[in-house]
């Protein structure tokens, strides 16, 4: 990752500093509009398949490891890496729900950074952040690990509203998560394009039948 145009500045500062900025990306103040999204959960928790947390945390690391949470980490770490996976994010895309979450939010990304100075091309999300995070002295497994919190907190969230449970519930799930976001983190900074991948069936599925879900509190 680049430090060029930061003279002055230890290499620990450095990072440190890309640090917050990453986090500041990823933050759920930065307006992507995720809280909108709820990547299929809704219709799960409507059909009874995750009553409580344990349930919730099982389909959690289910779609982390085998799922988007996998794919999304593998995208981004190309896109670090300077690959054009564009193309790749949207044939991945198992349903039309799926496709434009991630767009949505992807541009979102990409509009706020513009205006903050910073052009990325619009596109599904861990690509445009892939892209962005080029120019951080960051470790790609401590992105994706970073990313993948994200994704996986905003669904914690979707569910303390909607099954529901309690924001302590909801908290020890996160963190019971974090040596599995750490896994397909670290797996994912050593996969290549010809390996990726998903057998999230169930998860995406319920994707697809959100498409009809008559009374909905979220947009996917």
Partial sequence: MGTGGRSGMTTTTIMRTDLLTLTQWLSPAF?????????????????????????????????LRFGAGRVDAVLLCQALGGA???????????????WEETLAQGTAFAQTLGKMGHKVNPAALPVALGEAARGLDL??????QLYLHAFTSNLVSVAVRFVPLGQSEGQAVLAALHPVLAEVAEAAAKTDLTQIGSAALMSDIAAMRHETLDVRLFRT
């Avoid at 054009?84 to 799926?98: F, H, K, N």
Wanted: without cysteine; glycine residues 8%.
């Fill in 84 to 98: 054009d996976v564009a193309d790749t994010a949207r044939a991945l895309a198992t349903s039309r729900e799926r």
């Fill in 31 to 63: 307006p992507l509009g995720s809280f909108a999204y709820s990547h299929g959960l809704e219709q799960v928790i409507a059909d009874g398949h995750v009553p409580d947390a344990a349930g919730l945390q099982v389909w959690l690391e289910e779609t």
């Fill in 139 to 144: 470790v790609p497994a401590d992105v994706a």
